[in-house]
């Protein structure tokens, strides 16, 4: 009987071990609606987009694959980025000078226009005519989301902070606030549309702006030394015209390699 239970005992100690280096090869990615390039079917809760399949793509690259979980914006920001706690990787996340200090940034795979707009009730579109009337209404902010530099240190603004896009827009359906800052308009009216509130407009005044499209790695991650694997993979698709070629694939245009 010595002898099986000392080969049981082996093969448990294999087997354990392979699963352990089968686990070193998992990149672990939040993941929330983003429309057009974060996707999530409503109906089979299926993720997909471009984002996702430039992610899988480079850490394939790199002999590891990427398991997604879909986690609220701002958790992945605050409890995985910078508290090291769940995902590695965060896609779509806004460059700033103070997330460097727990965030390693990825990329940028390209540059995008993303002005900054505000959403307002139908008739409301004048409310909002230069950056100075914000500081007369309150303002709806989704929890997280960085915008730009004058209206994140502005104190005057009364703001009003939301979790997500779903939230948000139930919030400024029943009044909570004066007007909404939008980042991603696309992403916001899928989900407007999504509750079938009609009644929005956008104001006047808006932000221009072209920003940086990058993927964000929590420094306090046990895969951090994969950064600079990761950032040359993206690099390489990026220069190959990989990149161009996910976005095509769902008829979408390109970040632009210059800001």
Known sequence: ????????????????????KAEEKVLRASFRSRPPELLIDEKTKALSGPLKDILDEAAAKIGYQVSW???????????????GNGSDVVPRVQYTQDRTRFMEFLGPIGYQQKDIVFLVKKGKE???????????????VK??????????????IRKIDGLDDKNMVMMFDVGRFDAMIVLDKEALEFELKAHHISDYSFANYKHTQKIGNYYAMSKKSKLIRL????QNALME?????????????????????EK
């Open 227 to 230: 950064a600079p694997q990761l």
């Open 143 to 156: 929890r997280g989301t960085f915008f730009f530099e004058e209206f994140y240190a502005d104190k005057q």
């Open 126 to 140: 004048e409310s909002i005519n230069t950056y100075e009337d914000l500081r007369k209404l309150t303002v709806g």
């Open 1 to 20: 009987m010595v002898r099986p239970l000392f080969w049981f005992f082996c093969l448990t100690l294999l087997a354990a071990s392979s699963y352990a």
């Open 237 to 257: 698709m990026l220069a190959g015209g990989r990149i161009n070629a996910i976005y095509t694939q769902y008829n979408l245009l390109p970040p632009t390699p």
């Open 69 to 83: 979980s879909e986690v609220p914006f701002a958790r992945s920001i605050v409890y995985e980025l910078e508290n």
